[in-house]
């Protein structure tokens, strides 16, 4: 099993900046793909990014491209999303999610991932 904790969340002012982490522990696999999703009140739960540690590889909704990065750090199992320009609508719960296996391309759908985090409250005023 893998335990997936999401950390960085807070209260921005709009223009400004957070960073995210989620750190992974448990039977890890250090070639999946990790991503991050949201989840505004009384809406789906949405893709935001996500990255293959197996190839390198990015994929982003076009609503934070440009706007959103994002990394890993193997030796601490770590993902990070670095969300610069942000915007009230950038307003959500955001949650980690991890794979087992490899991807070429990281998913964006939720039944594309197999594990989550708990979520971590992300507030952007304007």
């Known amino acids: 099993q893998v335990q997936l904790v999401e950390s960085g969340g807070g209260l921005v002012q709009a223009g400004g900046s957070l960073r995210l982490s989620c750190t992974a522990s448990g039977r890890t696999f250090s070639s999946n793909t990790m991503g991050w999703f949201r989840q505004a009140p009384g809406k789906e739960r949405e893709f935001v990014a996500a990255?293959?540690?197996?190839?390198?590889?990015?994929n982003f909704a076009d609503s934070v491209k440009g706007r959103f990065t994002i990394s890993t750090d193997d030796a601490k199992n770590t993902m990070n999303l670095q969300m610069n320009s942000l915007k009230p609508e950038d307003t959500a719960v955001y949650y980690c999610a991890a794979t087992r296996g490899p991807r070429i391309v990281p998913g964006r759908g939720k039944n594309d991932y197999d594990y989550w985090g708990q979520g971590t409250q992300v507030t952007v005023s304007s």
């Open positions: 990255i293959s540690r197996s190839h390198g590889t990015t």
